[in-house]
Nanobody, 123 residues
Framework: VQLQASGGGLVQAGGSLRLSCAAS????????LGWFRQAPGKEREFVAVISWIGDSTYYANSVKGRFTISRDNAKTTLYLQMNSVEPEDTAVYYC?????????????????WGQGTQVTVSS
């Protein structure tokens, strides 16, 4: 199983960025998919999750209304559209896959993780 996150970079506050996570080696449509992030000196935290068929999403309060998670099962790719970004969004962003189809928020329920992509928001 391989999850390859990409799309990170440097963006100004108020700008937008779209992260992608290309998956291989798993039956993509049978996994719920999530995004987590970890800022320097902080613990990894939940950002967003989408159910295995994409009919249900859930967001952390800190990103609700600004970020949108989506998936393309045909392309086996997960996305995170980040709008109105803030300096507090600066972190390494990780994609992850879980066999809990409804989409858990607990990182311990994810068995597969990508390598992370750095997002830096300048003020």
């Amino acid at each position: 199983v391989q999850l390859q996150a990409s799309g990170g970079g440097l963006v100004q506050a108020g700008g937008s960025l779209r992260l992608s996570c290309a998956a291989s080696g798993l039956t993509f449509s049978r996994f719920a998919l999530g995004w987590f992030r970890q800022a320097p000196g902080k613990e990894r935290e939940f950002v967003a999750v989408i159910s295995w068929i994409g009919d249900s999403t859930y967001y952390a309060n800190s990103v609700k209304g600004r970020f949108t998670i989506s998936r393309d099962n045909a392309k086996t790719t997960l996305y995170l559209q980040m709008n109105s970004v803030e300096p507090e969004d600066t972190a390494v962003y990780y994609c992850a896959a879980s066999t809990y189809g409804s989409g858990p928020r607990d990182a311990r329920r994810y068995g597969h993780w990508g390598q992370g992509t750095q997002v830096t928001v300048s003020s």
